[in-house]
């Protein structure tokens, strides 16, 4: 059973997308390929996992013999980073990373906007303040989205709480989770009581 593939058909009917599930492709090149080409007729294409470069990542490779030509593969993000997007004409092709955490950070980042702007819809005014509830050290290089739970005072003044494990295979914390506290890359240490931008988790 593929829980990434479930949260994220949720995640697509939640926002107005009507949901083909083409089901576990086995991991070879000829059964990707076939896979990709029976989802020829769809807007858009969102795959999971095999995005790497193992021994048994065949996604990219069969993307592109199935003529997708990709804009970019991998992303300053974390949760994230093997993510890809490309086009074959008119569709529109996501590669989402394989752990559920990571898939789900970018289908909210990336495909949810784009269904809402299929669909003619105005973006979502998902991005807000709140204050940190703990202090946050300082990030690299990579821009983090890091999973939190978010309070309301009475005031209306909201705080988030970023939880203790982060690790992209833990999919309980994003069930868990209100938003994602976003750390820019290269951000100083953040102390306890700062405004901080955060992304709604709402599906």
Request: aromatic share 6%; glycine share 8%; charged share 20%.
């Amino acid at each position: 059973v593929s829980s990434n593939s479930h949260a994220l058909m949720v995640m697509a009917r939640r926002f107005g997308a009507e949901v083909i599930n083409f089901g576990i492709v086995r991991d070879s090149l000829a059964a990707t390929e076939r896979a990709i080409a029976r989802a020829r007729g769809a807007d858009v294409l969102v795959t999971t996992g095999g995005a790497s470069v193992g021994d048994h990542d065949f996604v990219q490779e069969a993307l592109k013999r199935s003529g997708v030509k990709l804009d970019f593969w991998k992303i300053a993000m974390r949760p994230g980073k093997p993510f890809m997007y490309g086009r074959r004409g008119r569709q529109h092709v996501m590669g989402l990373p394989g752990n559920p955490v990571s898939a789900l950070v970018c289908a909210r980042l990336f495909l949810t906007p784009l269904l809402d702007a299929l669909l003619g819809l105005p973006p979502e005014e998902a991005v807000m303040e709140a204050r940190l509830g703990t202090t946050m050290k300082a990030n690299d290089g990579r821009q983090d989205y890091v999973r939190a739970s978010l309070t309301v005072a009475p005031d209306g003044m909201r705080t988030a709480t970023p939880f203790g494990k982060q690790d992209s295979s833990m999919q309980r914390t994003f069930r868990e989770a209100a938003c994602l506290i976003v750390r820019p890359p290269h951000a100083p240490e953040a102390p306890a009581g700062m405004l901080a931008p955060i992304l709604i988790l709402d599906f």
